[in-house]
């Protein structure tokens, strides 16, 4: 079974981070609206899982980093 459990849609942006469940795994998800593409990563826990969520949406508040930052940030867990 899948499900959502949250999604952040940046109003004048183009992306949308959501987190959903998928079966005993978690996604954490960036859909970018002007690629149509996707970029995701699963987790084991929902608390990594968080983590990661709620540090691209606060990016995505404040205003930081590029957007291509964002998704390297989701797949590799790192920033150059």
Do not use: P
């Amino acid at each position: 079974m899948h499900y959502t459990i949250a999604t952040f849609d940046e109003v004048q942006g183009r992306l949308t981070v959501d987190i959903s469940k998928s079966g005993n795994e978690y996604v954490v998800g960036i859909w970018d609206k002007e690629e149509h593409a996707s970029t995701i990563k699963t987790f084991a826990d929902l608390q990594d899982a968080y983590k990661v969520f709620e540090k691209l949406v606060s990016w995505c508040v404040y205003g930081l980093y590029t957007d291509n930052q964002r998704k390297e940030f989701l797949l590799t867990g790192t920033m150059e």
